[in-house]
């Protein structure tokens, strides 16, 4: 009986064999982008992929692929260069993944930093990720994690505001900006203490220098909040806690701001499709730059080409498309994984 | 009574098999000589009153929807398969023993069925004829639906919308609770233990005079399921110990009774109370959670049913379903809490010596308070009236046509009819009998339905996205297919069945980002065809002491979307995520002199886990095993020792992205039965 059983399992093993997967080389060489795809929240299956931008090769699910199929975690937030290495926020896995930005060899996990949202770095050494506290239905006071990127371990911590987002480290301080509340905190990175709190109209997610040094924040309606303020972005002074310019919108809703790479045009997501203003612009431009709507935007900082990644819902793969710099018809686009949300640029 | 006796050699060799069926073929070709003939009952002989039964008669005895399901496929576990599952769920008796394919977040976790590729709420979960699927979600965790106190289990793949209402679109799940009318007090206790803290105990009493048979059966059941996985890490395989992922409870508590009032009515009043608190397992990636959900039923059913002088029977029937699940996660609460109310009256009438048809109304009032629906109560009335013929033009030739025709909150849902035909095509000798079951011979069956979905409280009510006018979803079917029986119940009976079938469901509810504000709102978007075919051998032998059946089942299953719109964005002409190909399965079970050996073995193909087809979980073949001794005690009572265990070859797999399922595990059970 246990060899006709055994028979029987392994004709229809080979019945229904299963897809071939293939391995990939290498990542691409230099220059070439990181495209961060989430997946799905549960499933565990985010990744992050490889584009050669000279070359147009491209490596989908890196980590993966070069680290024995490892998984990479569940809800892949944000990537951040520094060191020599790549640190990747896994945001429902509690843990950031380092792994050597050369060949994405894993390089360690830094584990039990709680829902882990953005990275930034002041020196080879020093590294800051975005921290939230508390369950959907109450949001505590968010953290920023100071690690030691030698010893890739948390050293510190300093308590923020709620849901802080993405943060910027610019002239030995760090802007960060707190989307559940209405404020950013500013921290002295010698001292890791909040030295001041920006006070804007709704939840700031991104904080960004422009090249006179002033600072700019799109401020929309927080993540989990059901009021929805009309938003507005805001800019204020390098050593200033008011802005000195708001720019309202009509309704809530605007995100994913953005700056050249020569740090003179701004670029952000409203209303379905995306806009581009200048820095020394006092009003918001009317009509659009692109109109579609992505679920993340960047620009190449070599050659100014705008990545555009476009995510058709959580049960299917997300592709990004490729945009010349001064707008128009798109050059090409390429298939990744599921939810794409970011590009690093290596 | 799949409770059979070994011959000298304990092996199944095939050369003993195959001069089985050449002996069985020989005694047949000699001539009809054993087909035993049911008592002729003192009414008109009609198509309702015949019974091939050896029982007591009974005054009125319940005639169900399968009657006028004719051409279609069913799949029972008997009393016997259900005894080795008393203390489990009805995931775990369809997951082992069938080639079903249940989607399973792990042990005690959701588990739901695809049948026929469609999705988990398209299937339609009867309880004694009664539709026990949570209102809210449309689709019933068939973790929460221990064996304990169900009789039958049945099966039937295939739109039926017209026999059991809404949800029927790719098939429905028959529960019942028979009342057994043997004379005298039986009862059984049980105490199992098993791997990774699995303790649970169950009892059964009965008592029957000849005119009221009263049953209470209850059932405990608790696990760690701390059980170990692997996870694949930059730095190796590293080994884990699952968290959060305990049976803390789940008890199921079901006392009935059935009442012999005068000579032709009998009343029944039958409940179901289930309670279980889960601590859910949320995925190998996400750290931190402490997910915990508490699931709550109370079901209560009063119904009486009456003889009619003329050979037909009407019958009513009132039921009270609660149904609570209060879910938390770290602070996060969600509670909801549903009633419902319904009413059944149909009036059964014989058409002459060959017909009878069933006319039926029904009516259901639901009344929930769901968080998620905001403060106010939601209430939400349904209606149904059908109609179900069956015609016996000759005996070989037999007819059935039904039809339902439902009225939804928005309007009126599709009129669904139901034409189904079998014809034996040939038959080894001549049968004059009105009845058909295990009717040696081929038979050709087939059967075409349309179905429909009524649109879930949820799919209506929640907040944000509700969509109140939701259409009830559509669907349409058939099948076709051959069924050879050779032999005899009462020696050896070799049966095969090979079905093909094709159908489309249409207005399939998605939800996407149209709402307002970009909120998650559902729509009347897909149309998925689903096409395959199902192959089945089962073996019956009786040999002396010696009892054996062994059965073989096989299923191709594509399913693919067909056309969508431009917001759903998943692929067309894709197999659908969650939908095996090829699945399989083996089920042997011997029997001989107190002795119970039964292996079964089941086989899934890669399913891919997004509609990309591009993830997939690989291809999984598990094999279970029972062994179990009955001794006799004085005093007419007898011990059974049941040892069993599943995932035997100790298979690493995923049930589900990120949800390991458990390595190797044994159970225990010890039963005192009286008699």
């Not at chain 1, 024995?68 to 640190?87: E, F, P, S, T």
């Not at chain 2, 069985?24 to 003939?37: E, H, K, S, V, Y």
């Amino acid at each position: 009986m246990k060899k006709t059983l055994l028979a029987l399992l392994s004709a229809a093993v080979l019945v229904g064999c299963n897809p071939d997967k293939e391995i990939g080389p290498a990542i691409p060489g230099s220059p070439g982008v990181f495209v961060l795809s989430e997946g799905q929240f549960g499933k565990g299956d985010g990744t992050v992929s490889a584009f050669g931008t000279g070359t147009k090769s491209l490596l989908v699910d890196a980590f993966g692929t070069i680290n024995g199929n490892a998984m990479l975690g569940d809800v892949v937030q944000d990537m951040g260069l520094a060191n020599g290495r790549g640190y990747i926020c896994v945001n429902a896995s509690n843990k950031v993944e380092v792994v050597d930005a050369g060949t994405f060899k894993s390089v360690a996990t830094i584990r039990n930093i709680r829902q882990p949202r953005y990275f930034a770095s002041t020196s080879s050494a020093r590294g800051y990720v975005t921290s939230w506290r508390g369950p959907y239905t109450s949001y505590q006071p968010g953290k920023v994690m100071v690690l030691d990127l030698n010893s890739n371990t948390v050293i510190d911590s300093i308590t923020v505001g709620r849901n802080p987002e993405q943060l910027l480290a610019v002239g030995g301080l760090l802007y960060v900006p707190n989307s559940y509340d209405n404020t950013i905190s500013v921290i002295d990175a010698a001292t890791n203490k909040v030295t001041a709190t920006v006070t804007v109209t709704a939840g700031p997610k991104t904080v960004v220098a422009d090249q006179t040094g002033n600072l700019w924040a799109l401020c929309s309606q927080p993540y989990g909040a059901t009021s929805t303020p009309p938003a507005s972005l805001v800019r204020f002074a390098a050593g200033s806690t008011t802005a000195s310019l708001t720019l309202p919108f009509a309704s809530s809703g605007a995100s994913q701001l953005r700056i050249s790479p020569d740090k003179t045009q701004l670029y952000y997501s409203y209303g379905g499709a995306e806009y581009r203003l200048s820095t020394s612009a006092t009003a918001l431009p009317t009509t659009p730059f692109i109109r579609r709507s992505f679920n993340g935007f960047g620009i190449d900082p070599r050659d100014g080409v705008i990545y555009a990644a476009v995510s058709t819902g959580y049960t299917t793969n997300g592709r990004f498309v490729r945009y010349p710099a001064a707008g128009g018809a798109a050059i090409d686009s390429f298939t990744v994984k599921v939810g794409p949300n970011g590009f690093v640029f290596y | 009574m799949s409770f059979f006796y070994l011959p000298k050699t304990r092996v199944f060799s095939p050369g003993r098999y195959w001069l089985g069926c050449a002996l069985a073929a020989a005694l047949l070709a000699t001539g009809p000589a054993a087909q035993a003939q049911a008592p002729r009952p003192a009414r008109p002989d009609t198509l309702l009153s015949r019974r091939q039964n050896r029982l007591p008669e009974a005054r009125v005895r319940a005639v169900r929807p399968e009657r006028f399901a004719v051409g279609s496929r069913r799949l029972e576990l008997d009393s016997a398969v259900l005894a080795q599952y008393r203390g489990s769920t009805v995931a775990d008796a369809l997951g082992a023993r069938s080639d079903l394919y249940i989607k399973n977040y792990g042990p005690g976790q959701l588990a739901t069925i695809s049948l026929r590729g469609t999705a988990a709420q398209h299937t339609a979960v009867l309880w004694n004829g009664l539709n026990i699927a949570l209102p809210t979600l449309g689709q019933n965790d068939l973790a929460l639906l221990p064996i304990s106190g169900n009789t039958q289990l049945a099966v039937q793949p295939g739109p039926a919308a017209a026999l059991y209402g809404s949800g029927a679109v790719g098939g429905a799940i028959v529960l019942r609770t028979e009342p057994d009318w043997r004379p005298g007090l039986r009862g059984t206790v049980q105490a199992d233990a098993g791997s990774f803290g699995l303790r649970g105990t169950s009892l059964e009493a009965r008592a029957a005079t000849p005119a009221l048979a009263v049953r209470v059966a209850a059932s405990y059941r608790e696990a760690q399921n701390n059980y170990p996985y692997y996870l694949q890490e930059p730095a190796g395989r590293v080994r884990y110990t699952l968290q959060n992922a305990a049976l803390r409870h789940q008890w199921s508590f079901s006392p009935d009774l059935a009442w012999r009032v005068g000579k032709a009515g009998e009343l029944t009043a039958t409940v179901w109370l289930t309670d279980a608190d889960r601590e859910i397992q949320s995925g190998t990636g996400v750290a931190g959670s402490n997910a915990r959900e508490i699931d709550q039923s109370r079901r209560l059913v009063l119904g009486y049913r009456r003889a009619t002088r003329r050979g037909g029977q009407w019958q009513v029937r009132g039921a009270w379903f609660e149904d609570i699940i209060n879910y938390s996660d770290q602070g996060a609460v969600s509670n909801s809490r549903v009633r419902t109310t319904q009413a059944q009256a149909e009036h059964t009438a014989a058409l002459g010596r060959r017909a009878s048809l069933r006319l039926g109304l029904e009516a259901q009032h639901f009344a929930a308070v769901v968080d998620g629906y905001g403060a106010e109560p939601i209430t939400e009335n349904r209606a149904a009236a059908f109609a179900l013929l069956r015609y016996d033009v000759r005996p070989t030739l037999r007819l059935s046509a039904n039809v339902r025709q439902a009225a939804l909150p928005a309007g009126l849902a599709p009129l669904t009819p139901t034409l189904g035909v079998e014809w034996d095509v040939f038959q080894p000798f001549g049968v004059d009998s009105l009845i058909q079951t295990d009717r040696p011979g081929l038979t050709f069956k087939a059967s075409a339905a349309r179905t429909y979905r009524a649109p879930t409280l949820n799919e209506r009510y929640w907040r944000p996205g509700g969509n109140p006018d939701l259409r009830a979803e559509s669907g349409q079917g058939y099948e076709v297919g051959l069924r050879h029986r050779v032999g005899r119940p009462a020696r050896l009976l070799l049966e095969t069945e090979l079905t093909f079938f094709n159908q489309l469901v249409d207005n399939w509810v998605q939800w996407l980002p149209l709402g307002p504000g970009g909120a998650y709102s559902p729509r009347n978007l897909r149309q998925v065809r689903s096409q395959g075919l199902e192959a089945s051998t089962a073996l019956r032998l009786r040999r002396g002491q010696y009892r054996a059946s062994a059965r073989l089942s096989y299923g191709y299953t594509q399913t693919q979307k067909t056309r969508g719109v431009a917001a759903d964005t998943d692929p067309v002409g894709l197999q659908l995520a969650y939908v095996p190909l090829h699945r399989a399965s083996l089920g042997t079970d011997h029997a001989w002199r107190g002795w119970l050996a039964s292996a079964t073995a089941t086989f899934s193909s890669y399913v891919y886990t997004d509609a990309s087809a591009d993830s997939f979980l690989p291809a999984v073949a598990l094999l279970g095993a029972t062994l179990g001794r009955t001794v006799a005690l004085p005093g007419r009572t007898s011990l059974t020792l049941l040892l069993q265990s599943t995932n035997l070859l100790d298979r690493r797999y995923q049930s589900y992205p990120a949800r390991p399922a458990p390595p190797r595990a044994y159970s225990v059970s010890l039963r005192f039965n009286y008699p």
